[in-house]
């Protein structure tokens, strides 16, 4: 099984193609977050977990479900894990393994991979240029197709990740910061002359925080659930939503295939 979450459609793709190597079954973390029953492994299966990575660390619902993850007979199942992210990681992936761990898991291989960039709510950041991102996405590919054969042949003590400098301040420091203040929906608005109502902004959210009002204008429900991954910033073909004043003349991405 490969346990994935995805926002703008990096990690779907990376969790897709190791599913067509390995044949393991996908599930979407969010669809996945009020499992009562433990999981039930058939034998020899591997346990994957693909995920984005948010201010260099794995994403809020992540960690949640790991929390409470319950698997039978996990013993001697391999365990892997994939991170994507427009640029380093950090301890993103330390921190992945110390939740596994919790819950009675070690990781035998770890692997990150650069996508093109999504986040854009900060001042000095934006999406990659057409150019950059399609260089990026040619080398993913290349390096998913070894990354899935080490995972069918159920490789160990393989980790490729890339930490960049100041991993630990980055992750711990500047990740804490970023979980406690800047993940959250309420900077987000609707420039109401652009919005056509299609609804693919609520659609996108992979967390299922949005509605749309009684004129078909997109909502953000103030649950605590958003994560703050823009999907629905970049699906709207109109650039009809902000993030306060953050993205105005900023690009929009989401994976294409």
Same mark, same amino acid.
């Given at each position: 099984?490969?346990?994935y979450?995805? /926002?703008?459609?990096?990690?779907?793709?990376?969790?897709e193609?190791i599913?067509?190597?390995?044949g393991?079954?996908?599930?979407?973390?969010?669809?996945e977050?009020?499992?009562?029953? =433990?999981?039930?492994?058939?034998?020899?299966?591997?346990?994957?977990? /693909?995920?984005?990575v $948010?201010?260099?660390?794995p994403?809020?619902?992540v960690?949640?479900?790991? *929390?409470?993850?319950?698997l039978?007979?996990?013993?001697?199942?391999?365990?892997w894990?994939?991170?994507?992210?427009?640029?380093?990681?950090?301890?993103?992936?330390?921190?992945?393994c110390?939740?596994?761990?919790?819950?009675?898991?070690?990781v035998?291989?770890?692997?990150?991979?650069?996508? =093109?960039?999504?986040y854009?709510?900060?001042?000095f950041?934006d999406?990659?240029?057409?150019?950059?991102?399609?260089?990026k996405?040619?080398t993913a590919?290349?390096?998913l197709?070894?990354?899935?054969?080490?995972?069918?042949t159920?490789?160990?003590?393989?980790?490729?990740?890339?930490?960049?400098?100041? =991993?630990?301040?980055?992750?711990?420091?500047?990740?804490?910061?970023?979980?406690?203040?800047?993940?959250?929906?309420?900077?987000?608005?609707?420039?109401?002359?652009?919005?056509?109502?299609c609804?693919r902004?609520?659609?996108?959210?992979?967390?299922?925080?949005?509605?749309?009002?009684?004129?078909?204008? =997109?909502?953000?429900? $103030?649950?605590?659930?958003c994560? *703050?991954?823009?999907? /629905?910033?970049?699906?709207?073909?109109? $650039?009809?939503?902000?993030?306060g004043?953050?993205? @105005? @003349?900023?690009?929009?991405?989401?994976?294409?295939g």
């Amino acid at each position: 099984m490969i346990f994935y979450l995805s /926002c703008t459609g990096n990690t779907k793709w990376a969790a897709e193609r190791i599913s067509e190597v390995t044949g393991e079954r996908l599930l979407f973390i969010p669809d996945e977050m009020n499992h009562m029953e =433990p999981y039930q492994l058939a034998d020899g299966e591997r346990i994957g977990f /693909c995920f984005p990575v $948010h201010g260099w660390r794995p994403p809020k619902n992540v960690r949640e479900f790991i *929390s409470g993850l319950r698997l039978t007979n996990a013993d001697g199942h391999y365990v892997w894990a994939l991170c994507t992210a427009g640029d380093t990681v950090g301890e993103a992936m330390d921190i992945f393994c110390q939740d596994m761990q919790a819950v009675g898991l070690t990781v035998s291989s770890t692997y990150s991979l650069l996508m =093109p960039e999504s986040y854009v709510g900060l001042p000095f950041m934006d999406v990659d240029k057409a150019t950059n991102a399609a260089k990026k996405i040619k080398t993913a590919d290349e390096q998913l197709a070894e990354y899935a054969e080490q995972v069918l042949t159920r490789k160990s003590d393989e980790h490729h990740i890339v930490r960049g400098r100041w =991993p630990r301040i980055n992750s711990r420091v500047i990740g804490a910061y970023f979980v406690k203040r800047l993940v959250t929906d309420t900077p987000f608005h609707v420039v109401e002359d652009r919005c056509i109502s299609c609804g693919r902004c609520v659609d996108a959210c992979p967390v299922g925080n949005m509605s749309q009002d009684e004129n078909g204008r =997109p909502q953000w429900q $103030h649950t605590g659930r958003c994560l *703050s991954c823009f999907a /629905c910033y970049h699906h709207c073909p109109l $650039h009809a939503i902000e993030y306060g004043g953050r993205t @105005k @003349k900023k690009g929009q991405y989401y994976f294409k295939g």
